[in-house]
Antibody, heavy 116, light 107 residues
Framework: EVQLVESGGGLVQPGGSLRLSCAAS????????MSWYRQAPGKGLEWVSM??????????YYADSVKGRFTISRDKSRNTLFLQMHSLRSEDTAVYYC???????WGQGTLVTVSS | DIQMTQSPSSLSASVGDRVTITCRAS??????LNWYQQKPGKAPKLLIS???SLQSGVPSRFSGGGSGTEFTLTISSLQPEDFATYYC?????????FGTGTRVDIK
């Protein structure tokens, strides 16, 4: 059974940093392209970043709103996807989800709150 | 960037009603179009992939259609558990983009 479990969210001050993790089981993170998404309180869904699978080149892409501040990575030995977030702003406050490329598997989400 | 225009933004319907939600892409996405259902406090659930492929375990009252730039999600007979927010998403090219959502309420 495929399962994705996010962790690492919390309260952080503006300008701070946070690293989110997405631990996968039931499949290999490097064998599928995977994305991070977010949803601000009461708002719609927003794609944040994607890490393409090894077989499709392994490139990383970012939404303009996070480019230069967020970095997506993966650790094959831990079968985990990461999102390193720097220079956080109040508008980054959201529930962050990881998901497979197809969208058929999502984690439960982890809440990031950026506030002083 | 591909813009996804979803309508209506909300609707009120009764159990047993037929409901159709429309999603229009600003450029062709072939059939790289997903439909999700989301309930409060939960992650989105994939209902339809590739514009019209019903995911395993999803009731057959849900159906998707269209290609290119125009897509629809239809619920043939609304059930109490279907009251939720629905989103379309193109996965044709990055940035992956969503429609603004359709909230389906009980009339």
């Amino acid at each position: 059974e495929v399962q994705l479990v996010e962790s690492g969210g919390g309260l952080v001050q503006p300008g701070g940093s946070l690293r989110l993790s997405c631990a996968a089981s039931g499949f290999t993170v490097s064998s599928d392209s995977m994305s991070w998404y977010r949803q601000a309180p009461g708002k719609g869904l927003e794609w944040v970043s994607m890490f393409y699978s090894e077989t499709t080149g392994g490139s990383q892409y970012y939404a303009d709103s996070v480019k230069g501040r967020f970095t997506i990575s993966r650790d094959k030995s831990r079968n985990t996807l990461f999102l390193q977030m720097h220079s956080l702003r109040s508008e980054d406050t959201a529930v962050y989800y990881c998901a497979t490329r197809k969208g058929d598997y999502w984690g439960q989400g982890t809440l990031v709150t950026v506030s002083s | 960037d591909i813009q996804m225009t979803q309508s209506p933004s909300s609707l009120s319907a009764s159990v047993g009603d037929r409901v159709t939600i429309t999603c229009r892409a600003s450029q062709a996405v072939n059939s790289y179009l997903n439909w999700y259902q989301q309930k409060p406090g939960k992650a989105p659930k994939l209902l339809i992939s590739s514009a019209s492929s019903l995911q395993s375990g999803v009731p057959s009252r849900f159906s998707g259609g269209g290609s290119g730039t125009e897509f629809t999600l239809t619920i043939s007979s609304l059930q109490p558990e279907d009251f939720a927010t629905y989103y379309c998403q193109q996965i044709y090219s990055t940035p992956l983009t969503f429609g603004t959502g359709t909230r389906v309420d009980i009339k």
